[in-house]
């Protein structure tokens, strides 16, 4: 009997078999699909456990396309970042990760990915003294940005967050563009 399967949001095949395996991780489906070859590519299938009906509901979700910069298995956390230490800092904190941006408030409460904190953990800024009569000397560095973490979210919460966010932001600039009219 033929089973079914699961292809990229496109219908096409993965393109290599470690995009069709972290398809299957991002989907949860370790325990009842498996990775097959496919056509000229790759294709998550049901295991022999899982019905038909349970990989029809699984191949209905929206589904993300194969290539993502969001790894498998991605945590995310409820936290506030930092206020401003002088003037000359920002009022936004930018975060990217492989390719992916975004601009995150000061002291709100707030959904940050794990791979965001992770590479602002591992980012410093110079800090310099400049006294009259002498150059500018680097006298050590900072941490870019320390966030506090609050407690733990979940990947529903995030999507939930950055959708409402993303509204939010296309709101305001429909009203700037507006106001400048």
């Known amino acids: 009997m033929p089973r079914d399967i699961i292809l990229t949001g496109t219908g096409e095949p993965f393109s290599t078999e470690a995009a069709a395996k972290t398809a299957l991780a991002r989907k949860d489906l370790s325990g009842t699909h498996e990775v097959i070859e496919h056509g000229t590519g790759y294709a998550i299938a049901a295991k022999e456990a899982a019905t038909p009906a349970q990989t029809a509901a699984v191949a209905a979700e929206d589904a993300e396309p194969e290539n993502t910069n969001e790894p498998a298995g991605e945590k995310y956390f409820w936290c506030v970042l930092p206020a401003k230490h002088n003037p000359n800092d920002s009022?936004?904190?930018?975060?990217?990760?492989?390719?992916?941006?975004?601009?995150?408030?000061?002291?709100?409460?707030?959904?940050?990915?794990?791979?965001?904190?992770?590479?602002?953990?591992?980012?410093?800024k110079p800090v310099y003294s400049k006294k009259p009569g002498f150059d500018r000397k680097r006298i050590g560095s900072v941490a870019y940005c320390t966030p506090t973490v609050l407690r733990p979210a979940t990947k529903a919460e995030y999507q939930a967050?950055?959708?409402a966010s993303l509204a939010k932001r296309k709101e305001e600039l429909g009203q700037l563009q507006a106001s400048q009219q």
């Open 161 to 163: 967050f950055k959708a």
């Open 91 to 124: 009022e936004m904190i930018y975060g990217c990760v492989n390719g992916e941006g975004h601009h995150y408030a000061r002291e709100v409460e707030q959904i940050i990915p794990q791979r965001v904190i992770e590479s602002w953990k591992h980012t410093a």
